[in-house]
């Protein structure tokens, strides 16, 4: 959440609990910690009970704001998972204007269907999975088509090998692959219901296809498009992405990575995230909608990655969607064969997880108030699953079961939380920091050599 202050400059604002008591109270805080405004919610309705006298915002304006920021944290809530910091773009250096090169082209529906038959077209089938169009509506578009009525403007973007991701437009092209296979027939027409109602596109197994005159003019179909040149950088086409996508509700960050990822690394997480062992550690806590799963996964190739080439964590760049995004273009080529030690690392981060903390605490941020048997369990704290996965995914679920005994971890790492103020802060506010997840790390290193037995 952005806001504005009295010097004329503005400040980004993250939603967290308060971690002091169990009041309910949302803190919107910045990078450095400092309460800006605090929130009381009672029966799902907000209430400011505290605002810094520095911010210069309009009553009604603050209002939006922070009813919409309210609903985007229980969301986030609901996926499982407790809500991140967002990266200051002011901080990221932006690109040259000069690096973008669109060029609009025209392609026919044959042509389209055809390189998506040949895969020089990306449809990503996992991409918006959960996005999907009723059969009317479905209908409606194909009418659109045969009545000659132009469709909205697509946008692709194209690879250095001439192969094709589609940037905006993936909904109306699977409709139209599907309708060209024959999927499903037409329905619910308003103009040609008499002519083409419960037709589908050719006679097949005692299907009725189209009548020539659409047929014909269905495959000559042209539609504009607007082509990402692959010489724009792709910090370029994620930008376009987020500006441009038309899908219904605004895409997140990793929904946007996993249509611009290679195939390799997504079926990598879908693999990982399948995981019945990431299932269990994490309680069943983190939900596949909007791909949390699959993020939180691609968090820990990112960090193992960096503790594989003797890096740890200093060496990361303190930006943790500029990281995740500059990961998924570094093995965009990069074969599936290739990543699969990931998801082994990380099936054995998550047997030894479950084992150490048990399912209902791991990757949790407790006290020991919270391993009373009528505590509320806490989300998933994503600086821990991030530091606790990594570190364990070096450990032998065997060696590691032989010589400890189950949640072996749990009672000192309540403890360690509830003690270490720092540790707390660094798991509560800034949590993608560099500085902050350092930290994390180094205090999970220092509990792990000191309660596990080698």
Not at 116 to 145: C, G
Not at 149 to 171: C, H, N, W
Not at 318 to 323: D, K, L, T
């Amino acid at each position: 959440m952005e806001i504005s202050l009295k010097n004329n400059q503005s400040i980004i604002l993250n939603a967290v609990k308060n971690p002091s008591n169990d009041s309910g109270d949302i803190l919107l805080k910045d990078e450095n910690g400092k309460d800006w405004i605090i929130i009381k919610v009672e029966n799902n309705e907000t209430s400011i009970i505290f605002q810094d006298e520095e911010i210069f915002e309009k009553k009604e304006v603050l209002r939006e704001k922070i009813d919409a920021t309210f609903i985007d944290f229980i969301e986030s809530e609901q996926q499982g998972t407790e809500k991140t910091d967002i990266d200051n773009e002011s901080d990221i250096q932006p690109f040259d204007p000069e690096d973008i090169k669109v060029h609009a082209k025209q392609f026919s529906l044959r042509l389209v269907y055809d390189m998506i038959k040949d895969e020089d077209i990306d449809l990503s089938p996992d991409f918006q999975r959960n996005v999907v169009w009723t059969s009317n509506q479905k209908s409606r578009l194909i009418e659109s088509v045969l009545l000659r009525i132009p469709l909205p403007m697509f946008y692709f973007a194209e690879e250095s090998d001439g192969r094709i991701t589609i940037v905006d437009g993936l909904q109306r092209l699977t409709t139209i692959k599907e309708f060209m296979e024959n999927k499903f027939p037409l329905k619910g027409l308003e103009y040609l219901d008499e002519t083409c109602g419960g037709k589908y596109f050719t006679n097949e197994r005692g299907k009725k296809g189209l009548d020539k005159k659409y047929f014909r003019w269905f495959n000559q179909t042209q539609f504009s498009v607007n082509v990402i040149d692959p010489s724009s950088p792709p910090k370029v086409k994620y930008d376009i992405f987020r500006r441009i996508n038309t899908g219904g509700k605004p895409l997140n960050n990793q929904e946007i990575r996993n249509c611009l990822a290679g195939k390799g690394l997504r079926q990598t997480l879908r693999d990982m995230a399948d995981l019945k062992e990431f299932k269990t550690a994490t309680n069943y806590s983190i939900r596949s909608r909007r791909m949390d799963d699959q993020e939180i996964a691609l968090r820990f190739i990112l960090f193992r990655e960096l503790f594989d080439k003797n890096e740890n964590v200093e060496a990361y760049s303190g930006y943790m969607e500029a990281s995740l995004n500059d990961l998924t273009e570094k093995v965009r080529t990069t074969e599936l064969s290739n990543l699969k030690h990931h998801t082994e690392n990380f099936k054995k981060a998550m047997i030894n997880a479950e084992y150490l903390f048990g399912s209902r605490y791991a990757f949790r941020k407790i006290r020991t108030k919270d391993l009373e048997p009528e505590a509320r369990k806490q989300l998933i704290n994503k600086a821990l699953f991030v530091a606790c996965s990594v570190l364990l995914s070096y450990k032998d679920p065997n060696i590691i079961q032989q010589k400890n005994e189950e949640s072996t971890l749990l009672k000192p790492l309540a403890n360690l939380i509830e003690n270490d103020q720092n540790l707390l802060d660094s798991l509560s506010y800034g949590t993608n920091s560099r500085n902050n997840l350092i930290y994390v790390f180094e205090k999970i290193q220092e509990l792990i050599d000191s309660n596990l037995k080698k």
